[in-house]
């Protein structure tokens, strides 16, 4: 059992009236010459005597207790790390095996959608060689009873080339669709998720967790101004999230600087100012 003998016997009645009486003396006051600054200036000056006092009262007891603590936090150091150690051994072992379940769950479900889309593809293609087939039927059928009409006097020369031309144009308009139907159903074909087999554990959480790891970060910066400078909004936006301007840079180099024209003509986007 840790002792305490950590103090809090504090004059908060004597801290809280020597506050009140600086406040009121600084709230109260009005710089607008020479004796007002002064005046500011020794306000300043004792509240720093003030805000020291405090901690002349208090800073003892806060190092006791930091001392209790850090004690207590040793001791709970102790009988946790071991525990800790192992719950992650045996966690990475779960771990291994539900990432190797879930990586045969995704070879399977690529090789059933491999397997329906090599089954839709060959579908596809045989369901638009039957539309070319029965375009080029309609065709051979038309041209005959054009050729028939003009055998038989019903149509002339010219109207029958120009009725075989629309033939044709109508069978190359089907053949055209018929190519837009296969690559469509080629594309639609419906993704299936194949869950792995990992079982449910009450009150512990099994999911994946994905990283990034940043490779070249001018790739980033050059995507960005492209898209700016393409006014693609949408995409900028986007990138926008992954592109930070380091503030404490940007406030170092105002400290540096001491000029806050100068600065401003050397940093874009920056609002520079200074006080005091």
Known sequence: MVEQNVSLAVNTQQIESNLAQLMKRSQALVVRD??????????QKDLDAYIKSVGFELDEGIAKAKGTLDHLKDQKEKFVAPARAQKDAIRQKADDWSAEEKRKAAAEAERINAENRRLAAIKAEEEKKAAEARAEEERKARAKEIEAARKA???????????KKESEA???RQREQAARDAELAKSQVQE???????PKVAGVKDQTYYFAEITNPSAILFAYDKAIREGDNERAAFLSRFVMVDEKEVGAFARQTKNNEKAAA???GVRFWSKG
């Open 170 to 172: 109508e069978a190359q």
């Open 34 to 43: 020479q004796n007002t600054f002064v005046e500011a200036r020794t306000i």
């Open 266 to 268: 050397q940093v874009p």
């Open 153 to 163: 006097g019903d149509v002339g020369k010219r109207e029958a080339e120009r009725l």
């Open 192 to 198: 299936v998720r194949v869950a792995p087999a990992i």
